[in-house]
Structures are given as C-alpha cells and as structure tokens.
C-alpha cells in the first residue's frame, strides 16, 4: 500500500512538472503568426518601456504602473500589426497549458472569467465570443484601459489559454484586430 501512494506521489508531481513545463512553452503549444519567439520580451526595462509607449500613446501621458520583476514563468511578447502606425501596437501576457477544455461548457466559464474582470460598468466594456472549429473564445476590452483579456478553449485538440494584451489601436480597429488575433490561434 505505502508503495503504491509513494507511486502515486511521484507520478503526480512528474505530471505536476510536465503541466509546468508546458505551460512555460507557449510556442511549442500553439501558433499565431502575431506571437514569434523573436519578440519574447523577457528584458524588465524592455518591456516597461514599451508598456509606457502604449499608454502614453493611447492617453498622452506616461503610465504609473510599472513591473518590479518578469516573473519566472512569465511569457511576454510584442505584438505587432502590418497595417497599423506604429507597426508595435501590443503586448501580449500569455499563459497557455494543454489541460482538456473540449468537454467544459465554455460559456459558463467565459461569465466567471468576465465577472472576474468587471470593475465598472458593464457598458464601459466589449465583450465577445469567437466560435470555430478549433477554438470556443472570447474577451473583454476594458475601454479605459485599452487592455484586452481573453479565454480560450481547445475545441478540435485540448488547450487553454488565458492572455492580457495592452493594444494601441483605435477601437474601431481593435475589435476586428483582436478577433484576427484570436482566429490564427491554433493548438499543436
């Protein structure tokens, strides 16, 4: 008996380590012609300084948020998009693992993840839901901020991801940006 929960132990913490690693490997998890390994910002500097741009940018003065660290299992990307001025238009927070969403109901977890976020009114938001063969998503862009959050679901192969991204883009363009964002996403 002792043998086999010291078994168990271990093949939960080697599971453990393995559901860590992958997490810590977005790109070997999905891929996204917006998210290239060559724009991995894992620089503090680097990326306060770009998160300032975008705000000042999208509000004419600098941001007061600044981060004191990358954490260790952080994923930061710039993001850029071809028809916008400037072509660096986001920073893009990625967590992504490959636990089996396929089954869960998506909506109800996309509420909880919404009213996790709600801190105002909800007319000051846009939320929508994307739909497809490979992916159950959606997001919520907190006008004020220019801040994008979004969940998705593995449909056609498990995965999931939950992701910030600060956007400099006007919002009749972002709607339609993060929607294109959104639908490249594919899971390996």
Do not use: H
């Not at 993840?113 to 846009?126: A, C, E, H, P, Q």
């Amino acid at each position: 008996m002792i043998k086999k929960i010291i078994g168990l132990t271990i093949t939960l913490f080697i599971g453990s380590l393995t559901l860590i690693a992958q997490q810590q490997q977005p790109l070997n998890l999905i891929t996204n012609s917006y998210i290239l390994p060559q724009n991995r910002i894992t620089d503090l500097d680097s990326l306060n300084s770009l998160q300032n741009l975008l705000y000042k940018l999208s509000f004419g003065e600098d941001n007061s948020f600044q981060y004191d660290e990358i954490p260790e299992n952080a994923f930061f990307y710039s993001i850029f998009d071809k028809t916008a001025n400037p072509k660096k238009v986001g920073v893009l927070d990625i967590e992504c693992n490959l636990n089996d969403f396929r089954n869960k109901n998506f909506d109800a977890g996309f509420k909880s993840f919404v009213n996790g976020y709600m801190i105002d009114d909800v007319n000051k938001y846009s939320i929508n839901t994307i739909k497809n063969n490979d992916i159950n998503a959606g997001y919520i862009w907190y006008r004020a901020s220019n801040t994008i959050y979004m969940l998705i679901y593995g449909k056609s192969k498990p995965g999931y991801i939950s992701a910030s991204m600060d956007v400099y883009l006007t919002p009749d363009k972002l709607d339609a940006f993060v929607t294109d964002f959104i639908t490249q996403i594919k899971f390996k």
